[in-house]
């Protein structure tokens, strides 16, 4: 795992390079994926073809598309798995990576992430929104979800998101850190499995109460230069109180942390503390950069009518503007 821009720790902001320092005290990385325009395809377990969801090996299921070990639309072509049968891949894809590119579709498509589709478009009843990565082209805005300041020179618009399922997010960054897991792992997490297999989501064996995600959003000017997939593991000296595992994902100017839910060395009968791990933009410019939301992600019941307020800056003065904040 890698977190300096240099050489020389110096470079770092000293308040989250010493927050840092004390979550890798208790955490040890396991699993370390960062993704660019330069990276190499590789294939986790290659050329092994037993599904790590169904158990089922080939021939008796087959293996014949690739399956991308971080959803393709957040930007990964480059890192696959060969331990994901076709049926798995498909059945996920509906029931997990769909509900996630809803509750990202609007932020990825004002932040420009270029999807396996390239630039996601987004429309609704009340507006369309086109993105070039640079340029965002929003029409048919109603002139109640507008707010211009002329002193400040900031355009707000409050936009509604597409449906989603908060359970279903939630799974599908669990369903990546599974997946990105090391072999000698996965026996601690056949719950987790079980788990993520359930189709009808909430009703299955496993009653999860509380599925906390730490969800950071940065201005579009602040942005991380890879995909990055991070796994933590707690050694056995760490706290029973904070989780065995937990995944950090950070692409554009997003960030997403969750524990891995369900591990058997976990007391499940103990409320977990999660704590937060310090991502590239912190070490470079220090807290407050990114904006830290925690949001409780158990529910089954489809989520509609979200709005999100986003607010642009008239940088130049020509009423062209950028977008500085999104909440």
Same mark, same amino acid.
């Given at each position: 795992?890698?977190?300096? !821009? ?18 890798? *005290?208790? !955490? ?19 050329? $092994?073809?037993?599904?790590? !969801?169904?158990?089922?090996? %080939? ?59 390239? !630039? ?29 300041? +002329?002193?400040?020179?900031?355009? %707000?618009?409050?936009? %509604? ?72 593991? %707690? ?25 891995? +839910?369900?591990?058997? *060395? ?7 503390? $999660? ?32 709005? $999100? ?19």
């Amino acid at each position: 795992m890698y977190y300096n !821009y240099s050489d020389n720790s110096t470079d770092m902001n000293k308040e989250a390079l010493y927050g840092l320092n004390e979550i890798m *005290k208790v !955490y040890n990385s396991v699993a370390s994926y960062h993704i660019n325009d330069a990276s190499i395809k590789q294939t986790l377990g290659k050329g $092994i073809f037993v599904c790590r !969801y169904c158990g089922k090996a %080939k021939p008796e299921v087959s293996f014949k598309s690739k399956a991308h070990a971080i959803p393709h639309f957040l930007g990964n072509n480059v890192l696959f798995t060969d331990r994901e049968c076709d049926s798995c891949n498909g059945k996920f894809g509906r029931m997990l990576e769909n509900h996630f590119a809803g509750f990202m579709h609007l932020e990825h498509t004002i932040s420009g992430v270029r999807g396996k589709k390239g !630039y996601p478009k987004f429309k609704s009843n009340d507006a369309i929104i086109e993105t070039t990565g640079s340029f965002v082209d929003w029409k048919d805005i109603p002139d109640e979800n507008l707010d211009y300041n +002329p002193t400040t020179k900031t355009l %707000k618009i409050k936009q %509604k998101m597409p449906t989603f399922i908060p359970l279903a997010v939630f799974k599908c960054l669990v369903k990546i850190a599974v997946t990105i897991m090391p072999e000698e792992d996965i026996p601690d997490f056949q719950d987790t499995i079980a788990w993520l297999n359930e189709e009808n989501h909430g009703s299955g064996n496993f009653n999860l109460k509380r599925l906390w995600l730490v969800h950071g959003k940065s201005s579009t000017i602040d942005r991380f230069a890879e995909l990055s997939a991070i796994l933590v593991k %707690k050694n056995v000296t760490g706290p029973a109180d904070m989780p065995s595992m937990m995944l950090r994902l950070t692409y554009s100017n997003f960030l997403f942390q969750v524990p891995i +839910p369900l591990c058997k *060395k976990d007391n499940s009968s103990l409320k977990m503390n $999660i704590p937060y791990i310090p991502s590239l933009l912190d070490l470079e410019h220090g807290f407050g950069r990114m904006k830290l939301t925690l949001m409780d992600m158990h529910s089954p019941e489809p989520f509609k009518g979200a709005e $999100i307020d986003f607010t642009f800056n008239d940088l130049d003065g020509t009423s062209t503007y950028e977008i500085v904040d999104a909440s």
